[in-house]
T-cell receptor, first 115, second 117 residues
Framework: AQSVTQLGSHVSVSEGALVLLRCNYSSSVPPYLFWYVQYPNQGLQLLLKYTSAATLVKGINGFEAEFKKSETSFHLTKPSAHMSDAAEYFC?????????????FGKGITLSVRP | GAVVSQHPSRVICKSGTSVKIECRSLDFQATTMFWYRQFPKKSLMLMAT?????????EQGVEKDKFLINHASLTLSTLTVTSAHPEDSSFYICSARVGSFRGSPLHFGNGTRLTVT
């Protein structure tokens, strides 16, 4: 079974600082990986996805992630944090085949941005 | 594109009653929809996979008689929480993908906050 691990539950950065949210995956097949963001009392919004094309993936809101097979990692970064980036972030891996393939999520990381 | 609409956004019900939550794909057809449950400060737990015109597939530990799922059309899936109890209080989120490629992302509704009193 595929899985993702998000170490730590909370990251706090200053506005303008680098954001780094870690995600490691476990997969017996080439993985499809995703990062989602969730604001309070809302659903999840896709930030970016890796589907075996370029290893450096750019997403919305200035976020990007790099797929590193040797490290089984897919860390999310943003060069300069903004107050509006404060939210919950989830890494996910697609598991299964075809239309019924489901997403398995990590536990999520809460990002706080200090003024 | 790829908008998933969920209704209601919040619902409060009394213990013992049933609540229906609707999930619609507004601009695409979804043969498969996924229902997740999110506990406070916790990740998302997949409850079931619903397929249009057939029975839903429930994850281990999810009571299929309590959480009834119906996927009657290519744009609508419903989750009914039957005989609700306070422990069923949670945030329920539905999702769907465009097409059948497993690398396509899931698109999520805005969730339903269920409170059982």
């Amino acid at each position: 079974a595929q899985s993702v691990t998000q170490l730590g539950s909370h990251v706090s950065v200053s506005e303008g600082a680098l954001v780094l949210l870690r995600c490691n995956y476990s997969s017996s097949v080439p993985p499809y990986l995703f990062w989602y963001v969730q604001y309070p009392n809302q659903g999840l919004q896709l930030l970016l996805k890796y589907t075996s094309a370029a290893t450096l993936v750019k997403g919305i809101n200035g976020f990007e992630a790099e797929f590193k097979k040797s490290e089984t990692s897919f860390h999310l970064t943003k060069p300069s944090a903004h107050m509006s980036d404060a939210a919950e972030y989830f890494c996910a891996v697609s598991e299964g085949t075809g239309a019924n393939s489901k997403l398995t999520f990590g536990k999520g990381i809460t990002l706080s941005v200090r003024p | 594109g790829a908008v998933v609409s969920q209704h209601p956004s919040r619902v409060i019900c009394k213990s013992g009653t049933s609540v229906k939550i609707e999930c619609r794909s507004l601009d695409f057809q979804a043969t498969t929809m996924f229902w997740y449950r999110q506990f406070p400060k916790k990740s998302l737990m997949l409850m079931a996979t619903s397929n249009e015109g057939s029975k839903a597939t429930y994850e281990q530990g999810v009571e299929k008689d309590k959480f009834l799922i119906n996927h009657a059309s290519l744009t609508l899936s419903t989750l009914t929480v039957t005989s609700a109890h306070p422990e069923d209080s949670s945030f329920y989120i539905c999702s769907a993908r465009v097409g059948s490629f497993r690398g396509s992302p899931l698109h999520f509704g805005n969730g339903t906050r269920l409170t059982v009193t």
